[in-house]
């Protein structure tokens, strides 16, 4: 007997119109479909006419219905797995029953469509060639400006979720670890009725939620700029490459190859060899 297939299903994060065509054929033929919260996740598959089945499958009963779950796909059924809103396991559940799946051997389906990260950074105007993805920030304080110091000189673009409980104590961290005059931006209710992206400094931000009650309300995802570097800095990873390559081969030989893996100038890092080797 085949096995069956385990789809994972983006589905719209606010406006229903934006679910894939591809996206509800697969709902409506598999087996069934694992969802967050069966009362969100219902009204909505009933307005598409979807009739499929539905289980629960969330972050308190995820361990313990895993193995169940893959001994029903090895056994030919078919499972599609979606969140409240986005694509599944973006900060959702579902990670540890897409690795129980590739360990078994079933067959694991993406079926792209909409995430809240890339809808934000699309249209923030902030660098997208480099990004990374938080998910939602430590919920203390103390804990919150640990990470955000962890982060404070990378060069990437930042990406966090956050909920309205918290965007503005989050904001206000921010602001503390990154610098008040940090470029960051704001979209909130992304593809809704009330959806704004707000680009300003994160003392601007601050300032527009605490005179603004309406933006404080939804769903956020926010985007820090980041850190600016010296032309003469080094990326810590350039370092690291360049250690490694110092413990194999002449000094020479170890600059020339670094630079064609980091695309930083020949001479640069050369420099930065000899200095490594003095040390």
């Known amino acids: ?7 994972i299903v983006a589905m719209p994060i606010g406006n229903r119109a934006d679910i894939t065509e591809r996206a509800k ?17 219902r009204p909505l598959l009933q307005s598409l006419g979807i009739t499929t089945p539905l289980m629960a499958l969330h972050e308190h009963n995820e361990s313990q219905l895993v193995s169940r779950l893959v001994d029903q796909l090895d056994s030919g059924r078919s499972l599609a797995l979606i969140s409240d809103a986005g694509t599944p396991l973006i900060s959702d559940p579902g990670f540890p ?9 079933v067959r694991v389906c993406p079926i792209p469509g909409p995430s809240a990260v ?16 938080e998910g939602f920030p430590a919920r203390t304080s103390s804990a919150r400006c640990d990470q955000f110091s962890r982060l404070k000189n990378e060069s990437m673009t930042l990406i966090f979720y956050e909920s309205s409980h918290r965007i503005t104590e989050s904001l206000a961290d921010m602001a503390r670890v990154f610098g008040g005059d940090r470029q960051a931006v704001i979209a909130r209710e992304l593809t809704k009725l009330h959806e704004t992206i707000l680009s300003h400094s994160l003392d601007e931000l601050c300032q527009i939620l605490e005179e ?36 194999e081969m002449p000094t020479k030989k170890a600059a020339a190859i670094a630079a064609k893996i980091t695309g930083i100038k020949k001479n640069r890092i050369y420099q930065l060899a000899l200095t490594l080797k003095k040390e």
Do not use: W
């Open 1 to 7: 007997m085949d096995k069956g297939v385990l789809y």
């Open 97 to 105: 029953l897409v690795r129980a799946c590739q360990q078994a051997g």
């Open 212 to 247: 603004d009650a309406n933006q404080r309300r939804g769903e956020f995802v926010v985007l820090i700029a980041g850190a600016s570097r010296n032309e003469d800095e080094i990326d810590p990873e350039a370092q690291r490459i360049i250690e490694i390559l110092l413990e």
């Open 25 to 41: 054929e697969v709902l409506a033929s598999v087996d069934c479909i694992a969802v967050e919260d069966t009362r969100h996740s």
């Open 118 to 133: 890339i809808c934000a950074l699309s249209a923030a105007g902030l660098p997208t060639d480099r990004f990374l993805f």
